[in-house]
């Protein structure tokens, strides 16, 4: 059975979030109460490149480590703290992942599962360009 998180908690997270800032409380309350809470001890891997994704996850402690693999090898792309998200675009595509995620240190997450990620944006407009904007990072 699930570990899901306290949906109020999970909601001040999301609105703590750059990416969910705007978005209206009833929206984001569907949204917060699909994640469970996740542990990550140091070095395991999130998510890995290359894989169909379909989770998102909220940090909510540690720290993520962002690797893209090359021919000549694996290149540390970024390191994502507490209140980072990612997995988002793949989730939102159905597409693959681009890079593969590990955690850098023992390490919290709140995931949520594609399921009720895509029932959510359905539903919400908002959510959805919120979402849209946040790829604007990639760029």
Not at 61 to 77: C, P
Not at 107 to 126: D, G, I, K, Y
């Amino acid at each position: 059975m699930p570990n899901f998180a306290d949906p109020d908690e999970v909601l001040v997270l999301l609105r703590a979030t750059t990416v969910f800032r705007d978005v209206p409380d009833e929206d984001l309350a569907a949204l917060a109460a699909g994640f469970v809470l996740r542990k990550f001890p140091a070095g395991d891997v999130a998510v890995r490149g290359g894989e169909r994704g379909h989770e998102i996850f909220l940090i909510t402690s540690g720290a993520f480590d962002v690797f893209a693999s090359e021919i000549d090898g694996r290149y540390r792309l970024d390191t994502l703290r507490t209140g980072a998200i990612f997995g988002e675009i793949a989730a939102l595509t159905g597409g693959r992942r681009y890079a593969t995620v590990q955690a850098a240190v023992d390490s919290t997450a709140l995931v949520n599962e594609e399921t009720n990620f895509h029932q959510v944006l359905r539903a919400s407009r908002p959510l959805s360009e919120a979402i849209l904007r946040s790829l604007d990072r990639y760029a």
